[in-house]
């Protein structure tokens, strides 16, 4: 897919994917590791310097978004809080401190039910807004972000939420995306992760809809932003951008919706990409 981009084109939003794009997988753990490498710090930075808009952009849940803002040093003293797109869209909000200014919810008890039918191991979790998460059973070390206070499914899912994860550790992503495939979940009603991981969500609600929100609270359209992400949480953003770009290690569905494939994250391929559009000047 190839966005038609004006000869001086450069970027006014930059949204950011967090797992896979700004951090990098701890391999065949499903975990990442919690930190910026100086490459792609030092590319964000120099879009700032440019004036752009930096968007943190991420499948993960508010609490488990904000020190990775931290990591960055953003926003900067002085400067407007930060736009941060989580929950895969549902959840948008400010930072610091964490202000909410849209959070979309949905009846997740009929999807979850059937889910289960299918796989009735399978560990279902949902944020518990500040401290952690909502689980049935624990999740494998490192995958959830914050405390795991034990619920029963039912409880769970009582009231109206703004994303659901199911995980079945004995599964693949392939069995996911056969399963919802098979359930009638189309669009944006769900995700599938790299491994066994479903994150359930509103219809119609993604990480483009939320980027669609925050360009227009800044004056700003789909044109004006380079979206940069490697999972399929990522393809309604890359396709919605001025220039949607896939990380090099994404599979080929993403890199198909792609404009342009960017290196991998273990070559900073983040930084690679922003150098584009703010090269780095002097030596490097």
Known sequence: MTHELATDWQPRLVALDIDGTLLAWV?????????IRPEVYAAVHRALDAGAHIVLSSGRSPHGMTRIADL???PREEADQLWVVASNGAVIFRYPPMDVVREVTFDARAAVAAVLEHHPNALVAVEERGSG???NRPF???ELSGEMIITDVDEIVAGPVSRVIIRDPEATADDFVELASRLGLHGTDYVV?????????PVGVSKASGLQVVADELGLRASDCLAIGDGRNDLEMLAWAGRGVAMGQAIEEVRAVADHVTGPVDQDGAAQELNLW???TGPT
């Open 27 to 35: 391999e065949g753990s499903g975990q990442t590791y919690e930190q």
């Open 72 to 74: 960055l040093d953003i």
């Open 133 to 135: 998460y909502r689980v």
């Open 140 to 142: 494998p070390e490192g």
């Open 193 to 201: 992760g790299w491994t066994a991981w479903l994150d359930l969500s």
């Open 278 to 280: 703010f090269p780095p």
